[in-house]
């Protein structure tokens, strides 16, 4: 079946300092799955953060970025510049051909930015 | 607005007892679907609605059931909850369609005691 992996389960960043997540997926039904971002602040529910479902593309949203790599199947997520109100949980995720059966996602990566 | 909205919040039960939760979405997305979300364990499909009356196990339907009577409302049912269904559950509806978003409720946080 379908997986996306994330490595790292925590991450503790300084504020200004820069950030990246890593991901990497594996698809069966299809070789371009469509890949997304979400994030889950504290206290709050799953927002998208970004998406691109075109292989080579880049998606970018409040200051992340993520580029959907197909020969390494990755889609990492970077910030530059990282600030304390992005500390939240983050979850890379794939769409397949069954599109309609919903998401996979990876564990998420919990992100920690102290001043 | 598009919006997800999940009832309650926050709920509490004791071993045994029955849980209802609730989803609603005003996008008239055909399907929905219920999650769990566990420390260290991502997100869980547990099932999907296609439209009224059309639902599918996702991959850990096991202790649960759903009900889906009108497009904009879908129901996940605890029949006697167990401890190890201590969750946080979020529902999700989309279009249905390829390249389709896929929105998120809040998540409703469930404690069984």
């Known amino acids: 079946g379908d997986s996306v992996t994330q490595t790292e389960g925590q991450v503790t960043v300084s504020e200004s300092k820069s950030l990246i997540i890593n991901c990497t997926y594996s698809a069966t039904s299809i070789a371009y799955p469509n890949l997304f971002w979400y994030v889950r602040y504290p206290g709050e529910g799953l927002q998208l953060l970004l998406k691109?479902?075109?292989?080579?593309q880049k998606g970018s949203s409040r200051g992340f970025e993520a580029t959907y790599n197909k020969e390494t199947t990755s889609f990492h997520l970077q910030k530059a510049s990282v600030q304390e109100s992005d500390s939240a949980v983050y979850y890379c995720?794939?769409?397949?051909?069954?599109?309609?059966?919903?998401?996979?996602f990876g564990l998420g990566t919990r992100v920690s930015v102290f001043p | 607005d598009m919006k997800v909205t999940q009832m309650p919040r926050y709920l509490i039960k004791r071993m045994g007892e029955n849980v209802l939760l609730e989803c609603g979405q005003d996008?008239?997305?055909?399907?929905m679907y219920w999650y769990r979300q566990d420390p260290g364990l991502g997100l869980q499909l547990i099932y999907i609605s296609y439209d009224v009356d059309s639902n599918s196990e996702g991959d850990i339907p096991k202790g649960y059931r759903v009900s889906r009577k009108k497009r904009e409302h879908f129901s996940l049912i605890l029949d006697s909850a167990k401890t190890n269904q201590t969750s946080v559950y979020f529902c999700?509806?989309?279009?249905?369609?390829?390249?389709?978003?896929?929105?998120f409720g809040s998540g409703t946080r469930l404690l069984v005691i």
């Open positions: 691109v479902i075109t292989a080579g």
């Open positions: 996008m008239s997305h055909e399907t």
């Open positions: 995720a794939l769409s397949d051909l069954n599109y309609a059966q919903g998401l996979t």
């Open positions: 999700a509806s989309s279009s249905g369609t390829p390249n389709s978003d896929y929105t």
